[in-house]
């Protein structure tokens, strides 16, 4: 059974830095794609960034390029999400998520809440 944990949410205020953790497990960790994804009350959600733990594919969502940076640790079967220069508007419920490509991604843990003020 497909799990995953993130965590490393919380209160930051505005230009702070975060850094969550998706820990999973029940998969073959270096054959998935583990995504990041964001939904803050009253809109849709959104896909801030992707990575393939075997490497060589990253993807970004424009409201994270230059700010935000996702990495995979597979001896410890951990993507995280290093988030710099946090604004209000990244105050969302984050989700990790995981599939078998970045764009097929069905498998999906628990959000972890991050509050910006300003």
């Known amino acids: 059974e497909v799990q995953l944990q993130a965590s490393g949410g919380g209160l930051v205020q505005a230009g702070g830095s975060l850094r969550l953790s998706c820990a999973a497990s029940g998969f073959t960790f270096d054959d998935y794609a583990i995504g990041w994804f964001r939904q803050a009350p009253g809109k849709e959600r959104e896909r801030i960034s992707c990575?393939?733990?075997?490497?060589?594919?990253?993807y970004y969502a424009g409201s994270a390029k230059g700010r935000f940076t996702v990495s995979s640790d597979n001896a410890k079967n951990t993507v995280y999400l290093q988030m710099n220069s946090l604004k209000p508007e990244d105050t969302a419920v984050y989700y990790c998520?995981?599939?078998?490509?970045?764009?097929?991604?069905?498998?999906w843990g628990q959000g972890t809440q991050v509050t910006v003020s300003s």
């Open positions: 990575i393939r733990s075997s490497g060589g594919s990253i």
């Open positions: 998520t995981a599939g078998s490509s970045c764009l097929s991604l069905d498998a």
